[in-house]
Protein backbone atom coordinates (compact mmCIF):
# COMPACT_ATOMS: atom_id res chain seq x y z
CA UNK A 1 0.00 0.00 0.00
CA UNK A 2 1.53 3.30 -1.04
CA UNK A 3 1.56 6.23 2.21
CA UNK A 4 1.03 9.23 1.11
CA UNK A 5 4.86 10.35 1.97
CA UNK A 6 5.90 7.17 0.36
CA UNK A 7 9.44 8.01 -1.60
CA UNK A 8 9.80 11.66 -0.73
CA UNK A 9 13.46 10.80 0.33
CA UNK A 10 14.08 9.66 -3.06
CA UNK A 11 12.43 12.60 -4.51
CA UNK A 12 14.45 14.86 -1.98
CA UNK A 13 17.88 13.43 -3.91
CA UNK A 14 16.07 13.77 -6.89
CA UNK A 15 15.24 17.37 -6.65
CA UNK A 16 19.17 18.52 -4.94
CA UNK A 17 20.14 16.68 -8.49
CA UNK A 18 17.56 19.16 -10.76
CA UNK A 19 18.00 22.09 -8.82
CA UNK A 20 22.21 21.65 -8.10
CA UNK A 21 23.37 24.17 -10.45
CA UNK A 22 20.32 27.15 -9.38
CA UNK A 23 21.36 25.98 -5.70
CA UNK A 24 25.56 26.02 -6.04
CA UNK A 25 24.77 29.63 -7.95
CA UNK A 26 22.56 30.98 -5.03
CA UNK A 27 25.18 29.22 -2.05
CA UNK A 28 28.35 30.94 -4.07
CA UNK A 29 26.39 34.16 -3.97
CA UNK A 30 24.75 34.45 -0.87
CA UNK A 31 26.94 33.17 1.78
CA UNK A 32 30.00 35.01 -0.03
CA UNK A 33 28.24 38.11 0.05
CA UNK A 34 28.33 37.78 3.62
CA UNK A 35 31.52 36.87 4.17
CA UNK A 36 33.14 39.34 2.03
CA UNK A 37 30.84 42.21 3.14
CA UNK A 38 31.55 41.41 7.09
CA UNK A 39 35.47 41.19 6.20
CA UNK A 40 35.31 44.64 4.61
CA UNK A 41 33.53 46.25 7.48
CA UNK A 42 36.30 45.28 9.73
CA UNK A 43 38.63 47.90 7.68
CA UNK A 44 35.46 50.50 6.84
CA UNK A 45 34.42 50.47 10.18
CA UNK A 46 36.71 49.54 12.38
CA UNK A 47 38.06 52.46 14.74
CA UNK A 48 35.34 54.29 17.02
CA UNK A 49 35.78 57.70 14.40
CA UNK A 50 34.99 56.27 11.59
CA UNK A 51 31.95 53.91 13.61
CA UNK A 52 30.58 57.48 14.54
CA UNK A 53 30.56 58.71 11.23
CA UNK A 54 27.99 56.28 9.84
CA UNK A 55 25.66 56.13 13.20
CA UNK A 56 23.93 59.01 12.34
CA UNK A 57 23.34 58.16 9.00
CA UNK A 58 21.88 54.76 9.64
CA UNK A 59 19.92 56.47 12.15
CA UNK A 60 18.18 58.68 9.52
CA UNK A 61 14.76 58.24 8.42
CA UNK A 62 16.08 57.19 5.07
CA UNK A 63 17.79 54.91 5.66
CA UNK A 64 15.69 53.07 8.00
CA UNK A 65 13.54 53.17 5.11
CA UNK A 66 15.97 51.01 3.57
CA UNK A 67 17.90 48.83 6.10
CA UNK A 68 15.44 48.74 8.44
CA UNK A 69 15.41 50.32 12.16
CA UNK A 70 17.60 49.02 15.21
CA UNK A 71 18.04 51.15 18.25
CA UNK A 72 21.93 51.65 19.58
CA UNK A 73 22.61 51.48 23.22
CA UNK A 74 26.21 52.69 24.62
CA UNK A 75 29.28 52.23 22.72
CA UNK A 76 28.35 51.46 18.62
CA UNK A 77 31.09 48.22 17.54
CA UNK A 78 31.49 47.17 14.11
CA UNK A 79 29.65 44.32 14.14
CA UNK A 80 25.91 46.26 15.34
CA UNK A 81 26.90 48.78 12.61
CA UNK A 82 26.75 45.04 10.18
CA UNK A 83 24.11 43.69 11.43
CA UNK A 84 22.07 47.50 11.24
CA UNK A 85 23.17 47.38 6.99
CA UNK A 86 23.11 43.99 6.51
CA UNK A 87 20.16 42.04 8.26
CA UNK A 88 17.01 43.16 6.11
CA UNK A 89 18.98 43.36 2.84
CA UNK A 90 19.78 39.69 3.40
CA UNK A 91 16.63 38.28 4.65
CA UNK A 92 15.45 39.78 0.99
CA UNK A 93 18.07 38.09 -0.69
CA UNK A 94 17.10 34.91 1.10
CA UNK A 95 13.32 35.40 0.43
CA UNK A 96 13.69 35.76 -3.33
CA UNK A 97 15.70 32.55 -3.11
CA UNK A 98 13.40 30.96 -1.15
CA UNK A 99 10.39 32.37 -3.59
CA UNK A 100 11.76 30.91 -6.78
CA UNK A 101 12.75 27.92 -5.75
CA UNK A 102 9.94 27.13 -3.93
CA UNK A 103 7.62 27.64 -6.86
CA UNK A 104 9.98 26.17 -9.31
CA UNK A 105 10.12 23.14 -7.26
CA UNK A 106 5.75 22.41 -6.95
CA UNK A 107 3.95 24.19 -9.98
CA UNK A 108 6.60 24.60 -12.54
CA UNK A 109 7.15 21.01 -12.11
CA UNK A 110 3.19 20.37 -12.33
CA UNK A 111 3.16 23.14 -15.36
CA UNK A 112 5.19 21.21 -17.52
CA UNK A 113 3.63 17.62 -16.62
CA UNK A 114 6.40 16.01 -14.98
CA UNK A 115 4.88 15.44 -11.75
CA UNK A 116 2.09 13.62 -13.34
CA UNK A 117 4.58 11.46 -14.47
CA UNK A 118 6.15 10.55 -11.22
CA UNK A 119 2.37 10.72 -9.67
CA UNK A 120 2.09 7.64 -12.09
CA UNK A 121 4.86 5.38 -10.18
CA UNK A 122 4.48 4.23 -6.64
CA UNK A 123 5.14 7.88 -5.24
CA UNK A 124 2.63 8.72 -2.38
CA UNK A 125 0.47 11.98 -3.46
CA UNK A 126 1.99 14.07 -0.70
CA UNK A 127 5.55 13.40 -1.65
CA UNK A 128 6.44 15.45 -4.29
CA UNK A 129 5.78 18.31 -1.97
CA UNK A 130 7.51 16.57 1.09
CA UNK A 131 10.28 16.72 -0.97
CA UNK A 132 10.02 20.23 -1.72
CA UNK A 133 9.93 20.63 1.86
CA UNK A 134 12.87 18.58 2.62
CA UNK A 135 14.87 20.63 0.09
CA UNK A 136 14.07 23.96 1.36
CA UNK A 137 14.93 23.09 4.79
CA UNK A 138 18.16 21.81 4.23
CA UNK A 139 19.24 24.46 2.13
CA UNK A 140 18.09 27.24 4.29
CA UNK A 141 19.71 25.44 7.24
CA UNK A 142 22.97 24.77 5.31
CA UNK A 143 23.17 28.56 4.44
CA UNK A 144 22.68 29.54 7.91
CA UNK A 145 25.56 27.61 8.87
CA UNK A 146 27.58 28.91 6.49
CA UNK A 147 26.28 32.31 7.34
CA UNK A 148 27.43 32.02 10.99
CA UNK A 149 30.80 30.44 10.14
CA UNK A 150 31.51 33.23 7.63
CA UNK A 151 30.58 35.35 10.41
CA UNK A 152 32.92 33.59 13.01
CA UNK A 153 35.98 33.94 10.50
CA UNK A 154 35.42 37.41 9.52
CA UNK A 155 36.00 38.20 13.11
CA UNK A 156 34.14 41.75 13.50
CA UNK A 157 34.93 43.74 16.86
CA UNK A 158 31.82 43.15 19.04
CA UNK A 159 31.00 40.27 17.02
CA UNK A 160 30.09 37.26 19.64
CA UNK A 161 29.85 33.51 18.68
CA UNK A 162 25.73 33.35 20.07
CA UNK A 163 25.47 36.52 17.93
CA UNK A 164 26.98 35.24 14.49
CA UNK A 165 24.66 32.21 15.11
CA UNK A 166 21.55 34.28 15.71
CA UNK A 167 22.16 36.34 12.66
CA UNK A 168 22.81 32.54 10.25
CA UNK A 169 19.91 31.09 11.91
CA UNK A 170 17.54 34.27 11.51
CA UNK A 171 18.01 34.45 8.09
CA UNK A 172 17.87 30.88 7.34
CA UNK A 173 14.48 30.81 9.35
CA UNK A 174 13.49 34.26 7.75
CA UNK A 175 13.79 32.21 3.80
CA UNK A 176 12.55 28.76 4.88
CA UNK A 177 8.88 30.77 6.04
CA UNK A 178 8.34 32.73 2.68
CA UNK A 179 9.39 29.27 0.97
CA UNK A 180 6.92 27.60 2.99
CA UNK A 181 4.70 30.77 1.85
CA UNK A 182 5.54 29.55 -2.20
CA UNK A 183 4.51 26.54 -1.45
CA UNK A 184 1.19 27.74 -0.34
CA UNK A 185 0.68 29.75 -3.21
CA UNK A 186 1.93 26.82 -5.42
CA UNK A 187 -1.44 24.98 -4.48
CA UNK A 188 -3.55 27.94 -4.42
CA UNK A 189 -3.02 28.73 -8.03
CA UNK A 190 -3.38 27.18 -11.61
CA UNK A 191 -0.28 27.77 -12.44
CA UNK A 192 3.75 29.30 -11.92
CA UNK A 193 3.19 32.72 -12.75
CA UNK A 194 0.20 33.23 -10.76
CA UNK A 195 1.69 31.47 -8.00
CA UNK A 196 4.43 33.37 -8.31
CA UNK A 197 2.50 36.51 -8.68
CA UNK A 198 0.61 35.96 -5.36
CA UNK A 199 3.58 35.19 -3.57
CA UNK A 200 5.58 38.54 -3.94
CA UNK A 201 2.30 40.44 -3.28
CA UNK A 202 2.45 38.86 0.13
CA UNK A 203 6.06 39.52 0.12
CA UNK A 204 5.57 43.11 -1.27
CA UNK A 205 3.22 43.81 1.76
CA UNK A 206 5.30 42.17 3.99
CA UNK A 207 8.20 44.73 2.88
CA UNK A 208 5.75 47.43 2.60
CA UNK A 209 4.24 47.15 6.65
CA UNK A 210 8.08 46.88 7.48
CA UNK A 211 9.45 49.79 5.99
CA UNK A 212 6.40 51.60 6.87
CA UNK A 213 6.13 51.06 10.37
CA UNK A 214 10.24 51.71 10.82
CA UNK A 215 10.00 54.56 9.95
CA UNK A 216 7.09 55.84 12.11
CA UNK A 217 6.19 53.04 14.74
CA UNK A 218 9.11 50.88 14.87
CA UNK A 219 7.05 49.09 17.64
CA UNK A 220 4.81 48.06 15.07
CA UNK A 221 6.99 46.11 13.10
CA UNK A 222 5.83 43.21 14.90
CA UNK A 223 3.12 42.86 12.37
CA UNK A 224 5.66 41.94 9.19
CA UNK A 225 7.00 38.68 8.91
CA UNK A 226 10.12 40.62 7.61
CA UNK A 227 10.38 42.74 10.30
CA UNK A 228 11.09 40.15 12.79
CA UNK A 229 14.65 39.72 11.67
CA UNK A 230 15.31 43.37 12.99
CA UNK A 231 14.30 42.21 16.51
CA UNK A 232 16.88 39.59 16.97
CA UNK A 233 19.40 42.19 18.19
CA UNK A 234 22.26 39.50 17.58
CA UNK A 235 24.93 41.65 18.97
CA UNK A 236 23.19 43.79 21.66
CA UNK A 237 20.80 41.58 23.77
CA UNK A 238 20.28 38.79 21.58
CA UNK A 239 16.47 37.40 21.37
CA UNK A 240 15.99 33.97 20.29
CA UNK A 241 12.00 34.77 20.15
CA UNK A 242 11.53 35.72 16.26
CA UNK A 243 13.63 32.94 15.75
CA UNK A 244 10.95 30.54 17.32
CA UNK A 245 8.05 32.56 15.87
CA UNK A 246 9.13 32.39 12.24
CA UNK A 247 9.62 28.33 12.76
CA UNK A 248 6.26 28.30 13.59
CA UNK A 249 4.60 30.51 11.14
CA UNK A 250 6.41 28.37 8.61
CA UNK A 251 5.29 25.13 10.26
CA UNK A 252 2.14 26.36 10.26
CA UNK A 253 2.29 27.64 6.21
CA UNK A 254 3.84 23.96 5.25
CA UNK A 255 0.73 21.97 7.25
CA UNK A 256 -1.30 24.66 5.04
CA UNK A 257 0.00 23.44 2.02
CA UNK A 258 0.01 19.70 2.77
CA UNK A 259 -3.30 20.01 3.84
CA UNK A 260 -4.47 21.82 0.36
CA UNK A 261 -2.25 19.82 -1.78
CA UNK A 262 -4.01 16.56 -0.35
CA UNK A 263 -7.43 18.34 -1.52
CA UNK A 264 -6.98 19.43 -4.92
CA UNK A 265 -6.53 17.23 -8.24
CA UNK A 266 -3.34 17.33 -9.82
CA UNK A 267 -2.91 20.33 -12.27
CA UNK A 268 -5.10 22.29 -10.86
CA UNK A 269 -5.07 25.28 -8.27
CA UNK A 270 -7.24 25.41 -4.96
CA UNK A 271 -8.26 28.99 -6.69
CA UNK A 272 -10.59 27.78 -9.34
CA UNK A 273 -10.08 29.80 -12.74
CA UNK A 274 -12.63 31.66 -14.42
CA UNK A 275 -13.49 30.01 -17.26
CA UNK A 276 -12.59 31.86 -20.71
CA UNK A 277 -14.52 33.01 -23.47
CA UNK A 278 -16.04 30.25 -25.55
CA UNK A 279 -14.86 32.19 -29.28
CA UNK A 280 -11.52 34.34 -29.56
CA UNK A 281 -11.92 38.24 -28.60
CA UNK A 282 -12.21 40.49 -32.03
CA UNK A 283 -8.86 42.30 -30.79
CA UNK A 284 -6.97 38.52 -30.90
CA UNK A 285 -5.63 39.05 -34.09
CA UNK A 286 -2.17 38.30 -33.95
CA UNK A 287 1.18 37.65 -31.77
CA UNK A 288 1.17 41.24 -29.76
CA UNK A 289 -2.57 40.74 -28.92
CA UNK A 290 -2.08 37.03 -27.73
CA UNK A 291 0.80 37.97 -25.47
CA UNK A 292 -0.46 40.37 -24.47
CA UNK A 293 -3.73 38.22 -23.64
CA UNK A 294 -1.15 35.62 -21.89
CA UNK A 295 0.71 37.99 -20.03
CA UNK A 296 -2.25 41.01 -19.23
CA UNK A 297 -2.43 39.90 -15.51
CA UNK A 298 0.83 39.44 -14.81
CA UNK A 299 1.95 42.59 -16.32
CA UNK A 300 -0.75 44.19 -14.78
CA UNK A 301 -0.21 42.75 -11.30
CA UNK A 302 3.85 44.21 -11.37
CA UNK A 303 2.40 48.01 -12.47
CA UNK A 304 -0.09 47.86 -9.76
CA UNK A 305 2.75 46.68 -7.48
CA UNK A 306 5.47 49.02 -8.24
CA UNK A 307 3.21 51.85 -7.73
CA UNK A 308 2.27 50.82 -4.97
CA UNK A 309 6.01 50.27 -3.53
CA UNK A 310 6.78 54.01 -4.67
CA UNK A 311 3.83 55.13 -2.99
CA UNK A 312 4.96 53.49 0.12
CA UNK A 313 8.58 54.80 -0.15
CA UNK A 314 7.23 58.69 -0.88
CA UNK A 315 5.13 58.36 2.70
CA UNK A 316 8.13 58.95 4.60
CA UNK A 317 8.99 61.81 2.79
CA UNK A 318 7.52 63.97 5.09
CA UNK A 319 9.75 62.43 8.09
CA UNK A 320 12.73 62.58 5.90
CA UNK A 321 12.37 66.01 5.06
CA UNK A 322 11.44 67.92 8.50
CA UNK A 323 14.61 69.13 9.74
CA UNK A 324 12.61 71.24 11.72
CA UNK A 325 10.94 68.19 13.66
CA UNK A 326 14.37 66.88 14.51
CA UNK A 327 15.78 70.69 15.79
CA UNK A 328 13.24 73.47 15.55
CA UNK A 329 15.75 75.94 16.31
CA UNK A 330 17.61 75.56 12.48
CA UNK A 331 14.78 78.67 10.91
CA UNK A 332 15.96 80.47 13.76
CA UNK A 333 19.39 80.18 13.09
CA UNK A 334 19.58 79.70 9.62
CA UNK A 335 16.20 81.14 8.23
CA UNK A 336 13.08 79.19 6.72
CA UNK A 337 14.73 79.82 3.30
CA UNK A 338 17.42 78.11 4.05
CA UNK A 339 16.09 75.31 6.11
CA UNK A 340 13.33 74.57 3.35
CA UNK A 341 16.23 74.27 0.65
CA UNK A 342 17.83 71.80 2.95
CA UNK A 343 15.07 69.61 3.13
CA UNK A 344 14.33 69.87 -0.37
CA UNK A 345 18.23 68.42 -0.91
CA UNK A 346 17.11 65.36 1.65
CA UNK A 347 14.60 64.81 -0.59
CA UNK A 348 16.27 64.75 -3.92
CA UNK A 349 19.38 62.68 -2.56
CA UNK A 350 16.72 59.87 -1.04
CA UNK A 351 14.89 60.16 -4.38
CA UNK A 352 18.20 59.83 -6.25
CA UNK A 353 19.13 56.47 -4.48
CA UNK A 354 15.18 55.57 -5.37
CA UNK A 355 15.50 55.95 -9.22
CA UNK A 356 17.77 53.15 -9.21
CA UNK A 357 15.59 50.88 -6.77
CA UNK A 358 12.73 51.36 -9.21
CA UNK A 359 14.99 51.15 -12.24
CA UNK A 360 16.22 47.74 -11.55
CA UNK A 361 12.76 46.56 -10.40
CA UNK A 362 11.17 48.18 -13.84
CA UNK A 363 14.20 45.74 -15.54
CA UNK A 364 12.67 42.42 -14.39
CA UNK A 365 9.36 42.43 -16.35
CA UNK A 366 10.42 43.98 -19.57
CA UNK A 367 13.76 41.02 -19.67
CA UNK A 368 11.70 38.43 -18.69
CA UNK A 369 9.23 39.16 -21.28
CA UNK A 370 12.19 38.77 -24.00
CA UNK A 371 13.85 36.02 -22.56
CA UNK A 372 10.09 34.15 -22.57
CA UNK A 373 10.74 34.29 -26.31
CA UNK A 374 13.27 31.66 -26.28
CA UNK A 375 11.68 29.63 -22.95
CA UNK A 376 8.34 29.49 -25.66
CA UNK A 377 10.44 28.48 -28.07
CA UNK A 378 11.62 25.45 -26.46
CA UNK A 379 8.13 24.51 -24.31
CA UNK A 380 6.78 24.19 -27.87
CA UNK A 381 4.54 26.99 -27.69
CA UNK A 382 5.65 29.06 -30.46
CA UNK A 383 5.32 25.81 -33.14
CA UNK A 384 1.71 27.06 -34.10
CA UNK A 385 3.10 30.61 -34.62
CA UNK A 386 6.02 29.40 -36.76
CA UNK A 387 4.02 27.48 -38.91
CA UNK A 388 2.07 30.45 -39.80
CA UNK A 389 3.27 32.81 -42.37
CA UNK A 390 4.90 34.74 -39.23
CA UNK A 391 8.63 35.80 -39.55
CA UNK A 392 11.06 35.43 -37.03
CA UNK A 393 11.58 39.34 -37.10
CA UNK A 394 7.90 39.97 -36.26
CA UNK A 395 7.55 37.92 -32.86
CA UNK A 396 10.64 39.15 -31.84
CA UNK A 397 9.23 43.08 -32.24
CA UNK A 398 6.49 41.32 -30.42
CA UNK A 399 8.24 39.72 -26.85
CA UNK A 400 10.97 43.08 -27.40
CA UNK A 401 8.52 45.82 -27.81
CA UNK A 402 6.21 44.68 -25.27
CA UNK A 403 9.31 44.16 -22.92
CA UNK A 404 10.69 47.71 -23.49
CA UNK A 405 7.19 49.29 -23.23
CA UNK A 406 6.54 47.25 -19.94
CA UNK A 407 9.53 48.74 -18.34
CA UNK A 408 9.23 51.89 -19.11
CA UNK A 409 5.62 52.61 -18.08
CA UNK A 410 6.55 50.65 -14.57
CA UNK A 411 9.49 52.56 -14.36
CA UNK A 412 7.25 55.83 -14.84
CA UNK A 413 4.30 54.53 -12.58
CA UNK A 414 6.18 54.16 -9.97
CA UNK A 415 8.37 57.20 -9.70
CA UNK A 416 5.43 58.98 -10.57
CA UNK A 417 4.05 56.79 -7.15
CA UNK A 418 6.53 58.01 -5.12
CA UNK A 419 6.50 61.60 -6.32
CA UNK A 420 3.41 62.34 -5.75
CA UNK A 421 2.86 60.47 -2.77
CA UNK A 422 5.91 62.24 -1.52
CA UNK A 423 4.95 66.01 -2.67
CA UNK A 424 1.39 65.11 -1.35
CA UNK A 425 2.58 63.94 2.20
CA UNK A 426 4.65 67.07 2.84
CA UNK A 427 3.90 69.74 5.46
CA UNK A 428 5.45 72.42 3.18
CA UNK A 429 5.24 72.00 -0.69
CA UNK A 430 7.52 73.95 -1.48
CA UNK A 431 10.44 71.21 -0.05
CA UNK A 432 9.05 68.87 -2.89
CA UNK A 433 10.28 67.30 -5.95
CA UNK A 434 9.83 70.04 -8.89
CA UNK A 435 8.22 69.21 -12.44
CA UNK A 436 11.61 69.49 -14.02
CA UNK A 437 13.52 67.20 -11.25
CA UNK A 438 10.72 64.55 -11.97
CA UNK A 439 11.57 63.98 -15.54
CA UNK A 440 14.98 64.49 -14.95
CA UNK A 441 14.83 61.62 -12.78
CA UNK A 442 12.42 59.64 -15.70
CA UNK A 443 14.90 60.41 -18.18
CA UNK A 444 18.32 59.33 -16.52
CA UNK A 445 17.19 56.28 -15.67
CA UNK A 446 15.24 55.43 -19.30
CA UNK A 447 18.78 54.19 -21.50
CA UNK A 448 19.73 51.86 -18.33
CA UNK A 449 16.41 50.31 -18.60
CA UNK A 450 16.72 49.71 -22.43
CA UNK A 451 19.89 48.79 -22.12
CA UNK A 452 19.08 45.59 -19.73
CA UNK A 453 16.64 44.65 -22.18
CA UNK A 454 18.71 44.97 -25.25
CA UNK A 455 20.94 42.33 -23.66
CA UNK A 456 18.40 40.14 -23.23
CA UNK A 457 17.42 40.32 -26.78
CA UNK A 458 21.24 39.83 -27.62
CA UNK A 459 21.21 36.60 -25.64
CA UNK A 460 17.78 34.99 -26.87
CA UNK A 461 19.75 35.19 -30.41
CA UNK A 462 23.55 34.68 -29.72
CA UNK A 463 23.38 33.00 -25.91
CA UNK A 464 20.07 31.83 -25.00
CA UNK A 465 21.49 29.55 -22.29
CA UNK A 466 23.25 32.16 -20.66
CA UNK A 467 20.16 33.96 -19.51
CA UNK A 468 21.20 33.68 -16.10
CA UNK A 469 23.97 35.82 -16.92
CA UNK A 470 21.74 39.01 -17.59
CA UNK A 471 20.34 38.28 -14.01
CA UNK A 472 23.57 38.08 -12.14
CA UNK A 473 24.65 41.18 -14.10
CA UNK A 474 21.90 43.17 -12.89
CA UNK A 475 22.10 42.13 -9.28
CA UNK A 476 25.26 43.15 -9.46
CA UNK A 477 24.39 46.87 -10.42
CA UNK A 478 21.49 47.31 -8.44
CA UNK A 479 24.03 46.23 -5.48
CA UNK A 480 26.71 48.29 -6.36
CA UNK A 481 24.51 51.32 -6.23
CA UNK A 482 22.41 50.44 -3.37
CA UNK A 483 24.81 49.76 -0.76
CA UNK A 484 28.18 50.95 -2.82
CA UNK A 485 28.55 54.00 -0.68
CA UNK A 486 28.04 52.51 2.78
CA UNK A 487 30.65 49.67 1.83
CA UNK A 488 32.82 52.30 0.04
CA UNK A 489 33.49 50.46 -3.05
CA UNK A 490 35.92 51.95 -5.16
CA UNK A 491 35.02 54.01 -7.65
CA UNK A 492 35.68 51.36 -10.64
CA UNK A 493 33.53 48.59 -8.94
CA UNK A 494 30.47 51.35 -9.11
CA UNK A 495 31.15 51.72 -12.88
CA UNK A 496 30.99 48.04 -14.26
CA UNK A 497 27.01 48.46 -15.01
CA UNK A 498 25.16 50.98 -16.80
CA UNK A 499 23.02 51.84 -13.68
CA UNK A 500 27.27 53.25 -12.54
CA UNK A 501 27.70 54.88 -16.29
CA UNK A 502 24.71 57.64 -15.68
CA UNK A 503 24.79 60.75 -13.22
CA UNK A 504 22.70 60.43 -9.59
CA UNK A 505 19.49 61.81 -11.04
CA UNK A 506 17.27 63.87 -10.24
CA UNK A 507 20.22 64.92 -8.17
CA UNK A 508 22.70 65.61 -10.73
CA UNK A 509 21.09 67.08 -14.22
CA UNK A 510 20.89 64.53 -17.27
CA UNK A 511 23.98 64.12 -18.74
CA UNK A 512 22.80 64.17 -22.60
CA UNK A 513 26.01 62.72 -24.34
CA UNK A 514 25.87 59.96 -22.18
CA UNK A 515 21.77 59.48 -22.62
CA UNK A 516 22.93 59.15 -26.52
CA UNK A 517 25.36 57.21 -25.86
CA UNK A 518 23.90 54.33 -24.04
CA UNK A 519 20.73 54.41 -26.28
CA UNK A 520 23.20 53.44 -29.10
CA UNK A 521 24.54 50.85 -27.01
CA UNK A 522 21.32 49.36 -26.59
CA UNK A 523 20.15 49.19 -30.03
CA UNK A 524 23.20 48.08 -31.67
CA UNK A 525 22.67 45.04 -28.77
CA UNK A 526 19.45 44.64 -30.04
CA UNK A 527 20.27 45.04 -33.96
CA UNK A 528 23.11 41.81 -33.45
CA UNK A 529 20.70 40.11 -30.91
CA UNK A 530 17.99 40.33 -34.04
CA UNK A 531 20.25 39.20 -36.88
CA UNK A 532 21.56 35.93 -35.32
CA UNK A 533 18.11 35.14 -34.07
CA UNK A 534 17.02 35.32 -37.59
CA UNK A 535 19.66 32.72 -38.59
CA UNK A 536 19.91 30.81 -36.04
CA UNK A 537 18.14 26.70 -35.59
CA UNK A 538 14.92 27.12 -33.75
CA UNK A 539 14.99 24.81 -30.89
CA UNK A 540 11.22 23.75 -31.41
CA UNK A 541 10.20 20.44 -29.12
Excluded: C
Excluded at 41 to 54: L, R
Amino acid sequence: MVGKMTRAALLTRIGFKRDRFRLLIWVVVLAGLMSAVAVKFVDIYGTPQEINAIVGTLKSPAIVAMFGAFTFTGTVTTAEVFANEMLVFMALMQVIMNLALSVHATRDEEDRGLTELVRAHAVGPLAPLTAAINELTLVNFGLGILYAVGLDLASMPGATVSGNWLIGLGLAATGWLFGMLGLVTSQLADHAASATGMAYALFGLSYLVRMITDVQRPRLTWWSPLGWIEKLTPYQTPNWRPLLLMLLTGLVLAAVALLIAQRRDIGAGAIATRPGRRTASAWLRGPLSLLWRRQRTILLGWLVGVIVLGAAYGTVFNTIGDILKTNPTMQQVFGGAMVHAANHHLLVGFSSLLTVVLAAIAVIPGLQLVLKLYTDETSGWLESLYARPVSRTRLLLTYSGLGLLTSTTLFLGGWAGLVLTGNASLTHAKDGITAFEFWQGFWGQLPVIWLFVALGILLVGWWPRGRVAVWLYLAYGFLSQYMGNLLHLPHWAKQLTPFGWIKSVPEHAVDWPTFTGLLALAAVLALLGWWRYTRRDLQLR
